[in-house]
Nanobody
């Protein structure tokens, strides 16, 4: 398994931008499909974005499509989430995840083998 550590969260005004980073340990990072999930207070953890191993195909939840961009740098064992045009409803704890399963549309929580500790993103009005 890989160990994942997120960074880059914080407080931002609505309409602003943040970039989250997730640093992974281990030599198998490039073989893992990577994703971002988020969990708002009182809500279940939900899928946000995913990027495949190999070709780097991406997928997004409808709620973030066109605003968020996921990318990865295998040489640095890091995956990123660029978040633009942030909305109040984007406020959540964001988690990095690794999974052996990606169907091209999403990563399912049940297939995640490694989670990061989470980083708080707060969008203010």
């Amino acid at each position: 398994q890989v160990q994942l550590v997120e960074s880059g969260g914080g407080l931002v005004q609505a309409g602003g931008s943040l970039r989250l980073s997730c640093a992974a340990s281990g030599r198998t990072f490039s073989f893992k499909h990577m994703g971002w999930f988020r969990q708002a207070p009182g809500k279940e953890r939900e899928f946000v974005a995913a990027i495949s191993s190999g070709r780097g195909s991406t997928a997004y939840a409808d709620s973030v499509k066109g605003r968020f961009t996921i990318s990865r740098d295998n040489a640095k064992n890091t995956v990123y989430l660029q978040m633009n045009s942030l909305l109040l409803e984007d406020t959540a704890v964001y988690f990095c995840a690794a999974s052996p399963v990606f169907d091209g549309r999403r990563i399912y929580k049940q297939t995640v083998t490694s989670w990061g500790q989470g980083t708080q993103v707060t969008v203010s009005s």
